[in-house]
């Protein structure tokens, strides 16, 4: 019975390494199930989720010039289910998204109220620069709480 890439066998776990675990296979062969071919999570150790001598379902995903044989455990078995979404807003969104970020990235300065309706050039320009002035006034003053935790000379 040959080996083909795509066909799914049974095998017994005949060794397991930081790597990974080797697996006997039919016809006296044997197999190699890399650690990021065992399971659909993140596996640290490999004894974690094999034993010497369990028996295990593979995948043949390939073969390579040598005749070495690359198993997969978790190719041989349908993914597990994902987690269902849940609808509905995201964390940072909202009615008051700024009261998630940090407090170094919150603009306390109180925005001048926006007119109703299409407003003049003169007016946006007014509202930009009072804008722009109670930030970069935010800005120096944080400039200058933080060069005193530096130290003094």
């Keep these: 019975m040959g080996i083909e890439v795509g ?8 060794g397991i390494t930081n790597f990974g675990a080797f697996v006997a296979l039919p016809g006296n062969r044997s197999g190699l ?6 399971a659909y999570s993140y596996v640290n150790d490999v004894h974690d989720h094999l034993t010497e001598g369990q028996e295990v ?3 043949v995903i390939g073969v390579d ?4 044989i690359n198993l997969s455990i978790k190719q041989a078995a349908p993914p597990p289910p994902r987690p269902e979404r849940r ?3 995201r964390p940072n969104s909202g009615p008051n998204p700024q009261a998630r970020r940090p ?6 300065a109180p925005e001048p109220a926006q007119p109703k309706g299409p407003a003049s050039f003169e007016d946006q320009l007014k509202q930009f620069m009072a804008t722009s002035d109670s930030k970069l006034s ?4 944080n400039e200058k709480r ?8």
């Excluded at 199930?33 to 065992?38: F, P, T």
């Excluded at 010039?65 to 070495?68: G, H, L, S, T, Y």
């Excluded at 933080?146 to 000379?153: D, E």
Aim: no cysteine; glycine share 12%.
């Design 138 to 141: 935010e800005l120096h003053m």
């Design 87 to 89: 609808s509905g807003p």
């Design 65 to 68: 010039a040598n005749n070495r």
């Design 33 to 38: 199930v890399h650690i990021s071919e065992i």
């Design 57 to 59: 379902k593979v995948k």
């Design 146 to 153: 933080g060069s005193r935790r530096g130290g003094r000379k």
């Design 103 to 108: 407090a170094s990235s919150r603009n306390f």
């Design 7 to 14: 066909s799914i066998l049974d095998g017994k776990v005949t």
